[in-house]
C-alpha cells in the first residue's frame, strides 16, 4: 500500500522570503504525485502534478515541486511566498494498481505568511 | 474544474437518522470519489465508482453506501448516522484519460 508523509503541520514564513513545504511518500512502483491547496471552506484545488520526465514540475500561482527518487520526496516550493498563499496543502500519491487509481493524502500542512 | 456540485453544502442531523450527500458533475467523468477529511487524518477515501452501478470500498467505509445509477450522480448515504460521522465529505471526479483528480467543494456534516 502507498503512503505519504507531511512531517510538519505548520511552516511559517515571511512575505517574499522562499518557502519549502515537504512530503514524503511510499509506494511500490512508479509514483504520481500531487499537490492540492485548501483555502477555509473550500474544496481541495490542484496546483500540480509529477508523473514522469523531469524532476522539477512548475504549478499554478508560481508553485514548483522538485521529485526526488532517491529521497522518496516531493516538496513543493515557491521562490518568492506571499500573504495570499497561507492555506493549507496536502501532497498526493496515486495508486496506478486496479481500475480506478485512488489518491492516497497526506495530513496536510498549514502554510502561514507574515507581513 | 470538473464542474462539481455537492448538496446539501451544510448538514445538521440527529444521531440514527439516515443522511443522503449528493454529488453531481457536469464533465462527464467516468470515475467518482467520497472522501471525508478530519483534523490530523488528511483525507481519506470513503467509497468511489469507476463507472455506473460499478462501486468499490475504500479505508473508511463502515457505515455508508454508495449508488451510482448515472454518470453524473454519485449518491453517499450514512445509514444510521453517528457522531463519528460527523465531518467534511467531499466528492472527488477524474476522466479515463486524465491524472487528476477535481474536487467538489464539500458537504459540512454534524451529527449531534
Known amino acids: 500500500a502507498q503512503s505519504v508523509a507531511q512531517p510538519e503541520d505548520q511552516v511559517n514564513v515571511a512575505e517574499g522570503n522562499p518557502l519549502t513545504v515537504k512530503c514524503t511518500y511510499s509506494v511500490s512502483g512508479n509514483p504520481y504525485l500531487f499537490w492540492y491547496v485548501q483555502y477555509p471552506n473550500r474544496g481541495l484545488q490542484f496546483l500540480l502534478k509529477y508523473i514522469t520526465g523531469d524532476n522539477l514540475v512548475k504549478g499554478s500561482y508560481g508553485f514548483e515541486a522538485e521529485f526526488n527518487k532517491s529521497q522518496t520526496s516531493f516538496h513543493l516550493k515557491k521562490p518568492s511566498a506571499l500573504v495570499s498563499d497561507s492555506a493549507l496543502y496536502f501532497c498526493a500519491v496515486r495508486d496506478i494498481t486496479g481500475t480506478a487509481s485512488k489518491l492516497t493524502f497526506g495530513t496536510g500542512t498549514r502554510l502561514q505568511v507574515t507581513l | 474544474d470538473a464542474g462539481i456540485t455537492q448538496s446539501p453544502r451544510h448538514k445538521v442531523t440527529e444521531t440514527g437518522t439516515p443522511v443522503t450527500l449528493r454529488c453531481h458533475q457536469t464533465e462527464n467523468h467516468r470515475y467518482m470519489y467520497w472522501y471525508r477529511q478530519d483534523p490530523g487524518h488528511g483525507l481519506r477515501l470513503i467509497h468511489y465508482?469507476?463507472?455506473?452501478?460499478?462501486?468499490d470500498k475504500g479505508e473508511v467505509s463502515d457505515g455508508y453506501s454508495v449508488s451510482r445509477s448515472k454518470t453524473e450522480d454519485f449518491l453517499l448515504t450514512l445509514e444510521s448516522a453517528t457522531s463519528s460521522q460527523t465531518s467534511v465529505y467531499f466528492c472527488?471526479?477524474?476522466?479515463?484519460?486524465?491524472?487528476?483528480?477535481?474536487f467538489g467543494e464539500g458537504s459540512w456534516l454534524t451529527v449531534v
Open positions: 465508482s469507476y463507472g455506473v452501478k460499478d462501486t
Open positions: 472527488a471526479t477524474r476522466d479515463s484519460s486524465g491524472n487528476t483528480i477535481y
